[in-house]
């Protein structure tokens, strides 16, 4: 029986906008998140209204649309393909001390969903 692999790799947040002339990027394209905090198609959902809101705000011209939706969504996206990487990080962590705090701050958190 063979089985399959696959990995998770953290890609560094882009910072040279979205978009190529009439191409805009949108969800894990442009900020590939870690499945950790379960925030993927949520992006991916909040990228397709804010472009659509950016697209009719400026008429449909691209450009100005294209730049103004990135300026809206890099500071949240960034925020949360970090967040996810943390708890990636933290979960799966070999330091002794985060591995004797993990349990408590697992079960704290199960308080708060």
């Known amino acids: 029986q063979r089985l399959l692999h696959f990995g998770l790799y953290y890609r560094q947040h882009r910072n040279d906008g979205w978009h190529r002339n009439r191409i805009c990027l949108l969800g894990d394209s442009c900020h590939a998140t ?15 209204i804010s472009l659509a809101i950016c697209l009719e705000k400026n008429n449909f011209e691209m450009e100005p649309a294209f730049q103004e939706y990135y300026k809206k969504r890099s500071n949240r996206t ?3 393909v970090n ?15 985060i591995r004797s705090i ?3 701050v697992i079960s ?5 969903r």
Do not use: H
Not at 34 to 48: K, M, R, S, T, V
Not at 87 to 92: A, D, K, Q, R
């Open 78 to 80: 960034k925020r949360v």
């Open 108 to 112: 704290r958190t199960k308080e708060y």
């Open 34 to 48: 870690l499945p950790y905090a379960a925030q993927g198609a949520n992006l991916a959902i909040e990228d397709a």
């Open 83 to 97: 967040i996810s990487r943390y708890m990636g990080l933290f979960n799966y962590s070999e330091n002794p001390i």
């Open 102 to 104: 993990r349990p408590l």
